[in-house]
Each structure stands twice: as C-alpha cells, then as structure tokens.
Nanobody, 115 residues
Framework: QVQLVESGGGLVQPGGSLRLSCLAS????????MGWYRQAPGKQRELVAG???????RYADSVKGRFTISRDNAKNTVYLQMNSLKPEDTGVYYC?????????WGQGTQVTVSS
C-alpha cells in the first residue's frame, strides 16, 4: 500500500523557519493533488496548503504569505517551507491527497513554535 512519511518538524522560536518534507511510496503521486494538513489539540484537522499535479497552489488564510508548498514529482516528494512561524502554527502536520481520497495517514511531524 501507499506509504506517506513526513519529516522536518521540530521546536522553533516565533519568527523562525522550518522546511517539511513528505515522501510518498508510489509513482501515482505524480498525477494527484497533494496537501499539507495541520491538527492542533482540540481542533479539527485542516488543510493549510495544497498543490495540484501541475503546480498550482492554494493556502489557508492563516498561512498565506508565510508558507510555500512545492513538489518534486521525480522524487515523489512534497515540501512545505514555513517562514515567520507563530505559536498558532503549532500542531502535527500531515500530508495526503487534496482532497483526501483514502484514510491513509502517516505519523505526521510535530511542529512547536514557542519561546
């Protein structure tokens, strides 16, 4: 089955930056839209950024202008460059298709923004 592996999270101070990576195990990745989802304690999981197979991106209002999503189809990898991080960005970040087509979630990567 398809495997999704997120990496790159960590503890960062407000205003700092992180770059997340998501590796997919199947070449089908190259023809589907992908997204990054964030889940904070007590909150529903939300799409923060999405990118089509052709490279068209969309963002949640809360991250627009600060985050950039990109993909490398040859590597079956999608990235999320996160700049000017705020405490409100704290949560577990997951990648999956956009929209979600199957309940196949990886372990996610924890992002904590704190002084």
């Amino acid at each position: 089955q398809v495997q999704l592996v997120e990496s790159g999270g960590g503890l960062v101070q407000p205003g700092g930056s992180l770059r997340l990576s998501c590796l997919a195990s199947r070449s089908i990745f190259s023809i589907v839209a992908m997204g990054w989802y964030r889940q904070a304690p007590g909150k529903q999981r939300e799409l923060v950024a999405g990118i089509t197979n052709g490279g068209s991106a969309r963002y949640a209002d809360s991250v627009k202008g600060r985050f950039t999503i990109s993909r490398d189809n040859a590597k079956n990898t999608v990235y999320l460059q996160m700049n000017s991080l705020k405490p409100e960005d704290t949560g577990v970040y997951y990648c999956n298709t956009d929209p979600v087509l199957a309940d196949h979630w990886g372990q996610g990567t924890q992002v904590t923004v704190s002084s």
